[in-house]
C-alpha cells in the first residue's frame, strides 16, 4: 500500500490524461452506435443503440464509403510498394556503394526529405494543370497523378529511413560474396533484398499509413465524388453538415481508424525506434 | 555459392532486365507522342532526357550506382524539385486570375473575343456543306441585297446567277463544288457549327448561328506586331503593353478598369516580394498570420513536450497497470490525424456538440459558445486538439531519452544531496534537452506546416468574408498560401502564393540544418 501512496501522483496524472485521451473515442463509439444519427445531444449514452448508421455506410448511395476505401487501399498501397522498391535501391546505393558525390548525394536527400511536399502546392496545383492537358490521365483531378506526386514526395524520406535501416544490417555477407566475384546487382538482389525483407516491409507499412493519412494534396486532386480517398470522401461528407452526417460519419471513421491502428500498434516498436534513432546517437 | 546455385548471372536475369526496359520505353514513347501532339515542348524534351538516360544506365557500362540511383532520382527530380523551382520561379509573377496564359496566346484571345455582331445587322440564309477540299463551307445570301456567295475557310467568291441552284425557301443549296451536308452530318456536328468563321476579306468574318442563318461579325481589337499595340475600331483607343501582364488605356495604364483581360503571366519580380514587406494591404494579414504561425507552432511544441514530459516521468517507474495506461495513452498518436480533427470539430460545434451540451449540464455556460467565431476562443481550441494529438509523441520521445540518462548520475546526486526535484532540474532536464533538441526542432518546424489542423478545424476561419478578406485569425502560412492560391478560383494568386511558399521553404530549410548539426547527423557517414 505504502508504494502505491508514493506512486499516487503517476497513477492520477495517467488517469487524467487517459480521461483527455479517451473522451473522443469514447463520443465517437457512442455516435456510432446512435440511431438517431445526428450530434449526441441528450446524454453521454445514447438512448437507442444500434448499428444503423455502419449499415448506412454499404447502403447508402451518398456515401459511397467501400469506394473510398478502395480508392485509399490503391493509392496507399501502389505509392508504398512502388517507393519501398526505389527507396530502397537509393538507400543501398548510398549506404554500402562506395562513389564520387555520394556524401553530397547524402546530404542533398537529408536536405530535400525535410521539405514536404505540399510546400509548393501552389506549383505543383500549376504544373499539374498544364500536365492534364497533355496526358489527361496524370494531371490535376486525377488519382494517376496524385500517385505520381505520391511516389516523388516519399521518395526522399523512404530512402532516408531505409538508409538508416540498411546502415545497421551488417556487411559482412555482401562483402564475401564481392570477394567470390559477385556483381552489385546479384548482391543486391540475392543477398541483400532477403535479408533486409522484413525491414523493408516495415517502411513498407508505415509509409502506406502515411499516404492512407494524407489529406491535402489527395483534397487538391480528387475532386468526383467516385475517385475520393476516404481522407477526402469523409471529410467532404461531413463538412458544413455536422448535425445531420455525425452518425454516419462516426461510423466511417471507426471503421477506418481501426485497421490503421492495429498496424500501427504492432509496429510500436520500430515507429519509436525510428524517432529517437536520430537523436539519441548524438 | 547462393548467387551462382540461383543462376542469377545470365539469362534469366538479363531477359527480365530487358522486359522492364521495354515497358518504360513504350510508357515514355506513349507519352513522348501525346506530348509532341500536345505540343508541350518542354515535356517532350524533359521526358526525352529521361527516356535516353534511363536506357543509357541499362544498356551500356554506367557507373554501377546509376543503376540503383536512377528510378528514385527520376521521381524526386520530377515532383519534388521540379515544383520547388517552379515555385521560386513563379514568385517573380504576375500570375493571377486573369493572368495566367503566355502572352500571345492572350493577344490571340483578345483579338478573337473582341468579335461583335455588326452594327448593321447584316445576316446571312445558309447552306452548310463541304466545298471540294472536303472543308466546312456555305452556300450564302445575304438577306439585304441578296447577293449569293460561296464562302470557305479561305474566303468568299460571289456566284454569277445560274451557277447555283435555290431551294423551295429561295435559299441556295447547290452550286459546283458544293456538297451540302445531310441531316445526320449535321447533327454530328453539333455546336461545332457556330464556331465556325469564313472571312469575308475585310477583317470581318459571316459565322454561323445554327444551320440556317449566319451573321457578319466584325472585329473590334486589331493587333499591330509593328508596334505591339491593340486598336479599337470603335473607341480608337490604342492599347499598350502595361509591363505588368495587360494591354491597357495608355492615358490610365493602373485603372483597373482601362485594362483589356485576359491578360498574361508576366515577369514582375520582385513585386510580389515587395508586397509582402512594403504594400499595407498585403504586409498587414501577412504579418499578423505570420505572428499567430510562429506563436502557434512554438505553444504547440511547448504544451504537447510538457504533458509528454510529465507523463513520461510518472510512468518511468514500473507501476502497476503500465502497460495498460501506454497502449491507451498512444493512441491519439495512432489514429489517423485528420479523423481525429474533424471529430474534435464535431465535438466543438454550437448547437448540437458535446462540449457546449457538457458546459452547459454543469452549469458552466448558459448559453452556447460558438467556437469558430471568435478568434480568441478558436486558437484556444486549435491548441488544446493539437495538444492532444501531440502529447503522445513527446510521451513516447521523452521516455526514451529518460532511459538514455545513465542512473548513475541521479544516485550521484542523491549521495550529494540533492532532493529530487533537485535533481531533476540541473540534472535530467539539461541533459534532456540536450538530447531531444533536435526533435524538437523538428516539431517545431512540423507544426509551422501543420496544414491539417488548421484547415480541417478552422479552416482558417474566423474569416471577414464580406470584405474580401483573404487571412482569416487562425490561418497558419501554409493555409494562407493554399486561400490566396487555390481556394477562390476566380481570385488565385499564384505569384504571391508561392512568394508565401518561399518563406516557408527558407525558414523550414533554417530550422531543419539547425536541428540536423545539432544531432550531428550530418558528419555521421
Known amino acids: 500500500m505504502k508504494t502505491f501512496r508514493?506512486?499516487?501522483?503517476?497513477?492520477?496524472?495517467?488517469?487524467?490524461?487517459?480521461?483527455?485521451?479517451a473522451f473522443p473515442i469514447y463520443v465517437v463509439v457512442m455516435s456510432s452506435l446512435d440511431t438517431s444519427g445526428g450530434l449526441l445531444t441528450t446524454s453521454l449514452i445514447p438512448p437507442e443503440m444500434g448499428f444503423d448508421n455502419f449499415a448506412k455506410l454499404f447502403n447508402d448511395d451518398q456515401i459511397p464509403f467501400m469506394t473510398w476505401v478502395k480508392n485509399s487501399l490503391y493509392v496507399a498501397s501502389i505509392t508504398a510498394v512502388v517507393s519501398v522498391f526505389m527507396g530502397a535501391a537509393s538507400a543501398y546505393a548510398f549506404s554500402r556503394l562506395r562513389f564520387k558525390g555520394r556524401k553530397l548525394g547524402i546530404q542533398a536527400l537529408l536536405l530535400i526529405q525535410v521539405f514536404p511536399s505540399f510546400l509548393a502546392l501552389s506549383a505543383i496545383f500549376v504544373i499539374m494543370g498544364e500536365v492534364y492537358k497533355v496526358f489527361p490521365a496524370f494531371g490535376l483531378g486525377t488519382t494517376g497523378g496524385l500517385?505520381?506526386?505520391?511516389?516523388?514526395?516519399?521518395?526522399?524520406?523512404?530512402?532516408?529511413?531505409?538508409?538508416?535501416?540498411?546502415d545497421s544490417i551488417p556487411a559482412e555477407l555482401d562483402e564475401s560474396a564481392r570477394i567470390d566475384g559477385a556483381t552489385a546487382s546479384q548482391i543486391y538482389w540475392l543477398i541483400f533484398f532477403p535479408l533486409a525483407a522484413p525491414v523493408l516491409a516495415v517502411v513498407t507499412l508505415l509509409s502506406f499509413i502515411g499516404t492512407f493519412n494524407e489529406f491535402v494534396l489527395a483534397s487538391l486532386f480528387l475532386t468526383d465524388v467516385d475517385q475520393r480517398t476516404v481522407a477526402v470522401g469523409l471529410q467532404q461528407f461531413i463538412g458544413g453538415k455536422f448535425d445531420q452526417n455525425w452518425g454516419p460519419f462516426t461510423a466511417g471513421s471507426l471503421l477506418a481508424s481501426i485497421p490503421i491502428v492495429i498496424i500501427f500498434l504492432s509496429l510500436q516498436r520500430y515507429i519509436i525506434g525510428g524517432l529517437t534513432a536520430g537523436s539519441v546517437k548524438g | 555459392m547462393l548467387y551462382r546455385l540461383a543462376g542469377f548471372r545470365g539469362l534469366p536475369a538479363t531477359i527480365l532486365k530487358f522486359i522492364l526496359l521495354a515497358i518504360v520505353d513504350i510508357i515514355g514513347g506513349i507519352a513522348i507522342t501525346q506530348a509532341i501532339a500536345g505540343r508541350a515542348t518542354v515535356m517532350i524534351v524533359v521526358l526525352a532526357a529521361i527516356l535516353l538516360g534511363v536506357n543509357y544506365v541499362y544498356l551500356f557500362r554506367a557507373p554501377v550506382q546509376w543503376k540503383f540511383l536512377t528510378p528514385g532520382l527520376v521521381f524526386l527530380a520530377a515532383f519534388v524539385l521540379t515544383p520547388i523551382i517552379y515555385t521560386v520561379g513563379m514568385s517573380g509573377f504576375n500570375y493571377t486570375t486573369g493572368n495566367e496564359i503566355s502572352r500571345d496566346e492572350a493577344i490571340a484571345a483578345l483579338v478573337d473575343n473582341s468579335l461583335a455582331e455588326d452594327p448593321e445587322g447584316t445576316a446571312y440564309d445558309i447552306t452548310l456543306g463541304k466545298d471540294s477540299n472536303g472543308d466546312m463551307s456555305a452556300l450564302m445570301m445575304n438577306q439585304i441585297d441578296g447577293v449569293v456567295s460561296l464562302?470557305?475557310?479561305d474566303g468568299v467568291t460571289p456566284l454569277e446567277e445560274g451557277t447555283y441552284e435555290l431551294s423551295e425557301f429561295g435559299v441556295p443549296n447547290a452550286a459546283e463544288g458544293f456538297t451540302a451536308y445531310t441531316p445526320d452530318e449535321i447533327a454530328e456536328l453539333g455546336d461545332k457549327i457556330t464556331e465556325v468563321r469564313f472571312p469575308l476579306g475585310d477583317g470581318s468574318f459571316a459565322s454561323p448561328i445554327y444551320e440556317e442563318l449566319a451573321v457578319r461579325l466584325t472585329q473590334d481589337l486589331t493587333y499591330d506586331p509593328k508596334t505591339d499595340t491593340l486598336?479599337?475600331?470603335?473607341?480608337?483607343?490604342?492599347?499598350?503593353?502595361?509591363?505588368?501582364?495587360?494591354?491597357?488605356?495608355?492615358?490610365?495604364?493602373?485603372?483597373?478598369?482601362?485594362?483589356?483581360?485576359?491578360?498574361?503571366?508576366?515577369?514582375?519580380?520582385?513585386?510580389?516580394?515587395?508586397?509582402?514587406?512594403?504594400?499595407?494591404?498585403?504586409?498587414?494579414?501577412?504579418?499578423?498570420?505570420?505572428?499567430?504561425?510562429?506563436?502557434?507552432?512554438?505553444?504547440?511544441?511547448?504544451?504537447?513536450?510538457?504533458?509528454?514530459?510529465?507523463?513520461?516521468?510518472?510512468?518511468?517507474?514500473?507501476?502497476?497497470?503500465?502497460?495498460?495506461?501506454?497502449?491507451?495513452?498512444?493512441?491519439?498518436?495512432?489514429?489517423?490525424?485528420?479523423l481525429s480533427i474533424l471529430i474534435w470539430r464535431g465535438m466543438f460545434q454550437r448547437d448540437f456538440g458535446i462540449i457546449n451540451r457538457l458546459l452547459t449540464d454543469f452549469g458552466l455556460i448558459s448559453a452556447n459558445i460558438d467556437w469558430f467565431e471568435n478568434t480568441w476562443t478558436a486558437r484556444a481550441v486549435i491548441l488544446i486538439v493539437n495538444l492532444w494529438l501531440g502529447f503522445p509523441y513527446m510521451y513516447l520521445i521523452a521516455s526514451g531519452a529518460l532511459q538514455a540518462i545513465p542512473a548513475e548520475l541521479k544516485e550521484a546526486a542523491a549521495i550529494d544531496g540533492a532532493s529530487p526535484f533537485q535533481s531533476f532540474r540541473q540534472i535530467v532536464l539539461p541533459l534532456l534537452l540536450q538530447i531531444l533538441n533536435p526533435l524538437l526542432i523538428s516539431s517545431f518546424a512540423f507544426n509551422f506546416n501543420n496544414f491539417n489542423i488548421i484547415y480541417l478545424l478552422t479552416g482558417g476561419g474566423p474569416r471577414d468574408e464580406l470584405n474580401g478578406e483573404r487571412a482569416g485569425s487562425t490561418d497558419i502560412l501554409i493555409s494562407y498560401?493554399?486561400?490566396?492560391?487555390?481556394?477562390?478560383?476566380?481570385?488565385?494568386?499564384?505569384?504571391?502564393?508561392?512568394?508565401?511558399?518561399?518563406?516557408?521553404?527558407?525558414?523550414?530549410?533554417?530550422?531543419?540544418?539547425?536541428?540536423?548539426?545539432?544531432?550531428?547527423?550530418?558528419?555521421?557517414?
Open chain 2, 231 to 338: 486598336t479599337s475600331m470603335s473607341t480608337g483607343i490604342v492599347y499598350k503593353d502595361n509591363g505588368n501582364g495587360n494591354f491597357a488605356d495608355p492615358a490610365d495604364p493602373d485603372n483597373q478598369d482601362s485594362k483589356l483581360y485576359p491578360g498574361w503571366r508576366a515577369v514582375n519580380f520582385p513585386d510580389n516580394f515587395k508586397g509582402l514587406l512594403f504594400d499595407p494591404e498585403i504586409r498587414n494579414p501577412f504579418i499578423g498570420v505570420f505572428g499567430w504561425t510562429v506563436a502557434f507552432a512554438f505553444l504547440s511544441v511547448i504544451t504537447t513536450f510538457a504533458v509528454g514530459l510529465t507523463l513520461a516521468i510518472a510512468m518511468d517507474k514500473p507501476i502497476r497497470g503500465r502497460r495498460m495506461y501506454r497502449s491507451i495513452l498512444i493512441l491519439p498518436y495512432a489514429i489517423p490525424g485528420f
Open chain 2, 151 to 153: 464562302a470557305t475557310l
Open chain 1, 147 to 166: 500517385l505520381l506526386i505520391y511516389l516523388g514526395g516519399s521518395m526522399g524520406i523512404n530512402a532516408w529511413l531505409l538508409k538508416g535501416f540498411i
Open chain 2, 481 to 525: 498560401a493554399y486561400q490566396t492560391a487555390i481556394t477562390n478560383p476566380l481570385d488565385q494568386n499564384f505569384g504571391l502564393a508561392s512568394a508565401i511558399s518561399l518563406f516557408m521553404f527558407i525558414i523550414v530549410g533554417v530550422l531543419s540544418m539547425w536541428s540536423l548539426r545539432r544531432s550531428k547527423a550530418l558528419e555521421e557517414f
Open chain 1, 6 to 21: 508514493v506512486n499516487l501522483w503517476r497513477h492520477i496524472t495517467a488517469w487524467v490524461l487517459i480521461a483527455f485521451t
